[in-house]
T-cell receptor
Framework: DTAVSQTPKYLVTQMGNDKSIKCEQN?????MYWYKQDSKKFLKIMFS???????INETVPNRFSPKSPDKAHLNLHINSLELGDSAVYFC??????????FGPGTRLTVT | QKEVEQDPGPLSVPEGAIVSLNCTYS??????FMWYRQYSRKGPELLMY????GNKEDGRFTAQVDKSSKYISLFIRDSQPSDSATYLC??????????????FGGGTRVLVKP
């Protein structure tokens, strides 16, 4: 059973398009996260939700909008995609301090 | 300067050797320290988790934290080709109201040669 799953795994799209990435966790955790990993492997937090409430909102362009319909799901919608948005996006979840479990990632390529 | 510094490598060792990885950090509020392993095109998986200073051992893996020096290490004994991956250190101040924010190092790529 996959603990943290993401769809799609790969996403290739053109500049200016709008796209969404979905994340689901079956661990019963109360906190979910979105991270962005750039080409140099640097992993940076974007957002965090705790029980559907936004807790962390790092300096991310407002073209990125997270939505948590329930505590097991956290989606990421991206408007007006730009070349610089190309990266791998990871979803993660946790129940206690620091023990975060990551999904397999969504590789976004903007052309 | 980044909050967490990690040598990107690559670090190449022969099979059976000890792999030594480390990170330095600047934020004295960090209390929780983790090491994640990431295989190519996969998500990071938690290897070791340590609270405050001290050592922790789990099989072939030993994690050390020296808060006075703001320095953490991971040692892999009897390294295997399957240990070839990128190793990421991560840290947290452990403040739940702040969302348990993890700050990562840039990762060290390790290659264990048969």
């Amino acid at each position: 059973d996959t603990a943290v799953s993401q769809t799609p795994k790969y996403l290739v799209t053109q500049m200016g398009n709008d796209k969404s990435i979905k994340c689901e966790q079956n661990l019963g955790h109360d906190t979910m996260y979105w991270y962005k990993q750039d080409s140099k492997k640097f992993l940076k937090i974007m957002f965090s939700y705790n029980n559907k409430e936004l807790i962390i909102n790092e300096t991310v362009p407002n073209r990125f909008s997270p939505k948590s319909p329930d505590k097991a799901h956290l989606n990421l919608h991206i408007n007006s995609l730009e070349l610089g948005d190309s990266a791998v996006y990871f979803c993660a979840s946790s129940q206690d301090y620091g023990t975060q479990y990551f999904g397999p990632g969504t590789r976004l390529t903007v052309t | 300067q980044k909050e967490v510094e990690q040598d990107p490598g690559p670090l190449s060792v022969p099979e059976g050797a000890i792999v030594s990885l480390n990170c330095t950090y600047s934020n004295s509020a960090f209390q929780y320290f983790m090491w994640y392993r990431q295989y190519s095109r996969k998500g990071p998986e938690l290897l070791m988790y340590t609270y405050s200073s001290g050592n922790k051992e789990d099989g072939r893996f030993t994690a050390q934290v020296d808060k006075s020096s703001k320095y953490i290490s991971l040692f892999i004994r009897d390294s295997q080709p399957s240990d070839s991956a990128t190793y990421l250190c991560a840290m947290s101040a452990g403040i739940k109201a702040a969302g348990n924010k993890l700050t990562f190092g840039g990762g060290t790529r390790v290659l264990v040669k048969p």
